[in-house]
C-alpha cells in the first residue's frame, strides 16, 4: 500500500478512495464560488486543464507570470476556505510519508477533461521547498510523469488511480513532473472528468 517512487516520493495507494465521496461534495461549494476555468500561461497559451483553488493563498497564471494570491482573480474576493476533510487528508498523507506537522495553506483544483493534459514543469513558486505537495487524485486515472532535478531527466510512466494519494517531498520537491493526454472514460463519482487536488503550504 506504499511504494517509494525515488528519494522523497512516497506513494500512498487507495489513501483516500474511502473518503472521495465526501471530498467531492466538499469541493463542490468551493467550484460554485470559485469556478473552474482555464489560465493563461505566461506565453499567453490557455492550459487544457482547468483550474480553481481554496484555502487561504491559491495559484494563478495570467501573462504576468505564475504565483500565488489571497483573492480570485476573477472576481477579487478571498479564495474559499480549504474544507477541513481536504486538510485532514494532508496532514494525514504527509506525516505517514515523514512529514509531520504539515499544513497546507493552499489547495489547487485541477480538473482534466479527455485531451487534457500538464507539460513537464517544477513546481517552484512557494515559498519554502523544504514543505512537501500532497496530490490526491479522483475521477478517470492518468498517466503520470514522473522526471528528474533536469528537464531532460527521462521520466518514469505511473497510473495514478481514483484515491491514490501522492506526497512529494525532500530531494523529488523540485522534480519535474507532467501528466499524459487524459484518456476518455466514465467514472461513477465524476463523470468524464478526472480531479487532482494538490496541498501546499504555499506561503
Ligand atoms: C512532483 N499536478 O498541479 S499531481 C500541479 O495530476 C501538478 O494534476 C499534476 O503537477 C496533476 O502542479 C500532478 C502530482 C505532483 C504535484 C506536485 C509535485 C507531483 C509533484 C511537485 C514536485 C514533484
Ligand atoms: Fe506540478
Redesign the pocket.
Known sequence: REERLGPG?VVLRNLARDRAAAILAAIDPVLAAAPLRRMITPGGSPMS?RMSNCGALGWTSDRRGYRYVERDPLDGRAWPPMPDLVREIGRDAAARAGFPGFEADAC?I?C?EPGAR?SL???RDERDFGAP?V?V?LGLP?V?L?GGPVRKDKPLAIP?RHGDV?V?GGP????F???RPLQDGEHPLTGHFRY?L?LRKAG
Request: no cysteine; charged share 5%.
Open positions: 516520493a486543464v489547487l485541477n482534466y500538464m514543469h517544477q513546481d505537495i496530490s487524485s492518468a503520470f514522473f495514478l501522492i512529494w523529488a520537491r523540485l522534480h513532473h507532467g501528466v487532482n494538490t
